[in-house]
């Protein structure tokens, strides 16, 4: 079974970080990649943990707001859904390529082949878990994730969530079970395994 920082806080160094550096160092873009659901708090700690490691912070939704000119919601409703996800490709594809980022993604960045393929020469990837009852209560308030507006948000957030276990698996090098765990908890646990993976000192 894979250990999760849960149990691992104060002690982040274990055998899949010393496996994944020396297979991938060469061939990666120095960058720690937040992936995870909607509400799991990719943006909020990914600040927090760029901060702590000396790197920039972008956030794929901001960026492609801010090229689209528009809401995330307004793309959704005027462009539609799969021009939103070319946008995240052509924009997780110009991250990649850069380095000494945090880089938090929409929760539904996985869906894409195309995207798990970047996300391998990104940098070292980091899924966020949480329960879909945290979820929900994280999200219940907030209006700005359209594929959430529906009669039962809470049954779309278990039947997503189902979905896309697979493709988050696959994406990842390292998961932290977020429920439970203060924010200083999430973010020591998250900084402290990216410092190891990506040899920041
Ligand atoms: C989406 C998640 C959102 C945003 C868009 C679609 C998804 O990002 O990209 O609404 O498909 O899960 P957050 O995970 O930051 O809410």
Do not use: P, Q, V
């Given at each position: 079974m894979r250990k999760t920082v849960s149990e691992n806080v104060g002690h982040p160094i274990f055998p899949r970080y010393a496996e994944r550096i020396v297979n991938t160092s060469d061939q990666r873009s120095r960058n720690l990649i937040l992936i995870g659901f909607m509400g799991t708090g990719k943006t909020t700690i990914g600040k927090k943990v760029a901060k702590s490691l000396g790197f920039r912070f972008v956030d794929t939704d901001h960026l492609i707001s801010k090229r689209a000119g528009k809401s995330i919601p307004k793309i959704f409703e005027q462009d539609g859904e799969e021009a939103f996800r070319q946008m995240e490709t052509d924009i997780l594809r110009e991250c990649a390529s850069k380095s000494n980022q945090v880089i938090s993604t929409g929760g539904g960045i996985v869906t894409r082949e195309e995207n798990r393929e970047i996300l391998k020469t990104a940098g070292y990837v980091i899924w966020l878990k949480a329960s879909p009852e945290t979820i929900y209560e994280r999200v219940?308030?907030?209006?700005?994730?359209p594929l959430l507006q529906t009669e039962n948000p809470q049954e779309t957030i278990r039947e997503m969530l189902e979905d896309r276990n697979d493709s988050y698996g696959s994406a990842n090098d390292f998961e932290v079970k977020?429920?439970?765990?203060s924010l200083e908890e999430t973010c020591f646990g998250v900084s402290e395994s990216a410092r190891v993976a990506l040899g920041v000192s």
């Open positions: 219940r308030r907030n209006r700005n994730r977020t429920d439970g765990l």
